[in-house]
């Protein structure tokens, strides 16, 4: 697949996953409406964020891969699924998708009477004050790290050749939901610096002061898995499928 066709897969995913994900947050976690308690919370906020990557896996996996992150692409590399050639327009794609994506949100978003994009927070991601339990950055460090980990070696694992084929979409979504509900009290949960970048933009002030932990710690995290799995799986470059988000 030529690489534009590739960078634009991976430019809508991404789009997808913002307004999908942090749209859920903004426009549904705490929305009344006529009915007391109407709002979705934060499980269904996890859940959205699975459905994004579950449903791009199985409309461009076979596209793009369907990375839409820049940690799984450093991960991916890392491990010898993909090319290292090709990670920095990947990253610029799923950046400018992300941006896109917060932009066409709060679009919709102001049209909600008395709506105030920064005091809402925006989805975005943060420690300290700006973390939704008050966490310490060491704290959203950590968890950063290791749910980024956790994720990349469940991807490796579900696109193994030996796995079972054609449900890597519903592991990697699934994984995605379960690290929403751990880690949304923590850091309002990124794993993805494109999903963080773009909410943060728009937010300005504090949360693009903090933006750098959310770029550090996924990416630190997907290059430790990048080099653990394939040490356990002794996995090679020929083992991932070609959904494989290769």
């Not at 903004?26 to 449903?55: D, Y």
């Not at 989805?123 to 966490?135: D, F, Q, T, V």
């Not at 950055?137 to 490796?156: D, H, N, R, S």
């Amino acid at each position: 697949m030529q690489l534009s066709k590739r960078l634009a897969a991976e430019l809508f995913g991404t789009f997808w996953l913002v307004l999908g994900g942090c749209g859920s947050a903004v426009l549904a976690a705490n929305f009344a409406g006529p009915v007391h308690g109407l709002g979705i919370g934060f499980v269904g906020v996890s859940l959205a964020f699975g459905l994004t990557v579950l449903t791009m896996a199985y409309a461009i996996g076979h596209i793009s891969g369907c990375h839409l992150n820049p940690a799984v692409s450093v991960g991916l590399t890392v491990a010898g699924r993909f090319a290292a050639r090709d990670l920095l327009p990947y990253i610029v794609a799923q950046v400018i998708g992300a941006v896109l994506g917060a932009l066409v949100l709060s679009l919709i978003a102001s049209g909600k009477p008395g709506f105030d994009l920064v005091a809402s927070g925006f989805a975005s991601n943060g420690y300290g004050e700006r973390s939704p339990g008050h966490y310490s950055l060491a704290a959203a460090f950590i968890c950063e790290v290791v749910m980024t980990g956790f994720f990349l070696f469940v991807i490796l694992g579900a696109t193994d050749k030996r796995a079972p084929a054609g449900f890597a979409p519903i592991a990697i979504g699934l994984c995605l939901t379960l690290i929403h509900l751990i880690s949304i009290p923590v850091t309002n949960t990124s794993v993805n610096p494109a999903r963080s970048t773009g909410p943060a933009l728009f937010v300005g002030g504090a949360a693009v002061d903090q933006l750098w932990l959310f770029w550090v710690a996924p990416i630190l995290g997907a290059v430790i898995a990048g080099v653990l799995y394939p040490l356990i799986a002794e996995s090679r470059s020929g083992n991932s499928q070609k959904l494989a988000l290769d």
